[in-house]
């Protein structure tokens, strides 16, 4: 008898028309033009493996490893992420007049935001695939995230981001070694030009959903937050969406949660949150449309959630429809009120994109979509340290051996 | 019978001269000038408390509560902090001819650095202590770290930096809602201005080792290290000291670990790290003598570390000579070149006080005094993301819509 499999993955499945692809080597999109999603073998995890256990494992997102693409340990490419804390704010849920509301926070992660997530396990399983080198357009986080983990897995980086990204990602990307170019304009523009790199100089295009494993590791984030309730699941769930693999990935630890049996039918109603300025995705959910419609000239202070056109979308409009969920869009004076608000009620300083979804829960709770009894987990994507400009900073200089001035 | 206290905490003792306070009311430094030290009852948390117990309870810092001084668990102030990955670091090891190099990653905490320990416990404490008001001078982090803890609890925040600490700490202390005053100046400029404020507007003065408190957060840097390691210690820690605290708290640690029967008798040898604009502490250790004089006209790009005659410095020399330790200076370049082979190797972009580590670490090593047996670890004490300048960025801007040059 042999020790049990470090990883139950089986194939990849297109999330469109369901066409089985080998997960043994490298794949891209479905030759429907839809990402592929991986799948397990449930079956022999709910036999083998006790949900009981993950609590004696070490706190990182590899203790999932059973549900991870990665197949042999000695391939995973770690910093440590995962396990990042379920926060509750108690004086936000009084304001807000809800029972419970929590904050999941990924800025707590290498890089300081969720991007790490989907890194790690998007890097492993390439260095297991044999790929050396990857390439990806991003508004920021992403590549940054890619390039560190690149790096610690001795892979070569080309990086792509518009000039309007946060721009300490620029250094990330840089001290790790990365290529890095910026391109004026947006996401789609830097796939652009990504996409030219990769047909001629053989680069692999880890482009958002364009390969599988990324995805498995946002999928952690909903693993983790079940876990830590216990194995059960609140009853509403706001994500900051843009290209929206969080929330997709949420959906897919749901289902395959509810598959081992470690989950109840109940279904946690997925929000997915977007800015006034570039909203495709509320749009569509408000047309009762299947797909997004490319919007137009986007533009938002939540810039990492400034994608026109994800390449998800149905996938992402499917998860909220599937779980009696809805989209909504704030603005982006609401999203910085609702940093300010959060940082001096709660000592949380958090990035713009997880502050939107602070106000499309006040909002929603406002219009009773959100009831008071209701158990709201808000996940907060990033650190606000990554984004100094959102903050006004009001701080006298005092000459030295003078006094301070009175309150 | 009574169920079993969440803290063990007995009284407070002098650092230097032993003289022992009540630890259930406010306190400040011994009448001798000294800081003082949280006692527990040792013999009582080692016959109630299973070591195994902790890898069952939520991998945060308070997961030690019976050697924190927090009396009731609802008095605890907390956003997820603690159980930061130990990540190793083969090829650095390599390539600085050592077994085993490993990196306590502290930048993976709220506020990006290592002071969100003290912060938590600090302002735990002091709020079940009925503190409302605190006032501190700070290098940037630990006013961020406090400022955003005052927040979480309530409590009114008075902070004061020089103008050269790093400039999204600002950020971070004004969103929290804290009183924030800039001095064109050094640390103890800004401990003068403070302490105006303290003896005239009603503040509590929360500066390093003013209050006994903040050095037990700090201290659970080495109990996770220590769990992390199956409860064993490492051959070498090194430290980037500045007021030394995270130094003496590791050092607190073992010695609370050994009277628990948790550790046995073997001393990881402790070492000082500074930088040679402001090394007080290695000048001290060099001269044989047991405290620091201040050091004149201090600058470094390490600028936590910039600390020219901290309160603790017999403390830090103490755990140093006591764990056959050393302290060492390293200049600003080779820091920057270690941050950056770091990030190129590893894939972690740390701050400049962390990899000022790894570059007394290489020196070290090449010196003899580290052996190529030797398990080392560096506290890395943030993360590189607050520090934007200290990163040479290439990026072109390519035109929407041309190609990328080749490589």
Chains 1, 2 share one sequence.
């Not at 959903?209 to 909903?222: D, S, V």
């Not at 829960?361 to 979509?369: F, I, P, S």
Request: charged content about 20%; aromatic content about 6%; hydrophobic content about 45%.
């Amino acid at each position: 008898m042999g020790s049990a499999p470090f990883s139950y993955l089986t194939h990849l499945e297109c999330g469109r028309c369901g066409r089985r692809y080998d997960s043994g080597v490298p794949q891209g999109l479905c030759g429907c033009g839809s990402p592929l999603l991986a799948r397990y073998d449930l079956p022999a995890v709910a036999a083998g493996l006790d949900r009981a256990e993950f609590s004696s494992r070490v706190p990182s997102l590899w203790r999932y490893h059973e549900l991870l693409p990665v197949q042999a340990p000695g391939m995973v490419v770690t910093l440590g992420e995962g396990m990042t804390p379920l926060v509750p704010l108690p004086r936000l849920a009084a304001g807000f007049g809800v029972a419970h509301l929590a904050m999941k926070d990924e800025g707590l992660l290498p890089t300081g935001t969720f991007k790490a997530r989907g890194a790690a396990v998007g890097v492993s399983r390439a260095r297991e695939l044999g790929i050396r080198r990857i390439a990806m357009p991003t508004n920021g986080n992403a590549g940054a995230a890619w390039a560190t983990y690149a790096a610690r897995a001795g892979m070569e980086a080309l990086i792509v981001m518009p000039v309007d990204a946060p721009e300490i990602t620029r250094a990330e990307c840089a001290i790790a070694g990365a290529r890095l170019y910026l391109v004026d304009g947006l996401i789609g523009d830097a796939g652009a030009l990504t996409a030219g790199a990769v047909a001629s100089q053989g680069y692999t295009d880890v482009s958002t959903l364009r390969e599988p494993y990324r995805l498995e590791g946002k999928k952690t984030m909903g693993l983790e937050l079940f876990e830590q309730l216990g194995w059960r699941v609140p009853d509403v769930i706001l994500y900051p969406t843009g290209g929206g693999v969080g929330l997709i990935g949420i959906y897919k630890a749901l289902l395959e949660g509810q598959a081992l049996g470690w989950l109840g039918a109940k279904m946690p109603r997925l929000v997915a949150v977007q800015a006034t300025g570039c909203a495709p995705i509320v749009r569509a959910w408000e047309d009762g449309a299947s797909e997004s419609r490319a919007w137009q000239n986007a533009s938002t202070i939540a810039f990492g959630i400034t994608v026109p056109k994800p390449l998800g979308d149905f996938l992402i409009l499917d998860a909220v429809r599937k779980t009696g969920g809805c989209a909504v869009a704030v603005d982006d004076e609401q999203t910085l009120a609702a940093q300010s608000r959060l940082a001096a009620a709660e000592g949380a300083f958090i990035c713009p994109e997880g502050a939107a979804c602070f106000a499309a829960a006040e909002q929603l709770r406002k219009d009773t979509w959100i009831s008071e009894d209701d158990e709201v987990v808000v996940l907060n994507t990033g650190t606000g340290v990554k984004y100094p400009q959102t903050v006004r900073v009001h701080a006298p200089v005092i000459p030295t051996g003078s006094v301070l001035p009175e309150a």
